[in-house]
């Protein structure tokens, strides 16, 4: 039985020419939506194999439907498609359990290898994303040299947060908490130079945004 797809996006043109793409590569189009809240009606009701979503619709954005089908425990794989390269909104896409995450510009080329990886259970992050978005290639194995106050921390200064507001949120003083600033441009072999870990952080905040 062919993979049952699902698409909802809020503009009527780009919405049309999804369809008529993936009609096009012989794909199972079994419903479409215009805002968030039919698509979720009809993702809820019909449980589609995949859905692909704008990240932006009117009622409900493309991760709350996300959000939403995590709580239910729809089996339904997500593919979300925007036009947005912030860091954040790719995090809490892994955080929903999206299958895919897609930019528009570049959705086009990769929309079949996004669907047939989804197929068989393999998520699907475009390489230009991470590309855009500047991030490195680092592992989270380096968070293992770090104590959990330290990530803490760095969590902290991803969200923009000065010493002294990291020192009230702890409970500790703000040159406690440039003591461990400190200790954790040594562990990571960065520069002293001033703002030298808050660059650090902003390219790397994926390593340890569910950092437990």
């Not at 793409?21 to 993702?43: P, W």
């Not at 589609?48 to 239910?72: F, H, R, Y």
């Not at 590309?131 to 106050?149: C, G, V």
Request: hydrophobic share 40%; charged share 25%; with cysteine.
């Amino acid at each position: 039985m062919k993979t049952s797809i699902f698409i909802a996006d809020d503009h009527p043109l780009l919405l049309k020419g999804l369809e008529e793409l993936l009609l096009e590569k012989k794909m199972n189009v079994v419903g479409k939506a215009s805002n968030g809240k039919d698509a979720l009606n009809f993702i809820t009701l019909k449980k589609p194999d995949i859905a692909i979503l704008d990240i932006q619709m009117p009622n409900l954005t493309g991760l709350e439907v996300a959000k939403a089908c995590q709580k239910s425990k729809l089996e339904t794989k997500i593919i979300i498609i925007t036009l947005h390269k912030e860091i954040d909104l790719y995090l809490k896409a892994k955080e929903y359990n999206i299958f895919g995450y897609l930019l528009k510009e570049f959705a086009i080329e990769e929309i079949e290898n996004c669907i047939h990886s989804v197929e068989i259970g393999i998520p699907y992050f475009s390489e230009q994303i991470k590309k855009n978005m500047d991030f490195t290639s680092e592992s989270n194995s380096i968070l293992k040299t770090l104590a959990p106050r330290e990530i803490l921390v760095l969590r902290l200064i991803s969200k923009y947060k000065t010493n002294k507001e990291i020192g009230h949120i702890l409970f500790i003083s703000h040159r406690t908490v440039e003591k461990h600033r400190s200790n954790i441009i040594s562990k990571l072999n960065l520069s002293h130079e001033t703002n030298s870990l808050s660059v650090w952080v902003q390219k790397n905040k994926h390593l340890f945004h569910s950092y437990s």
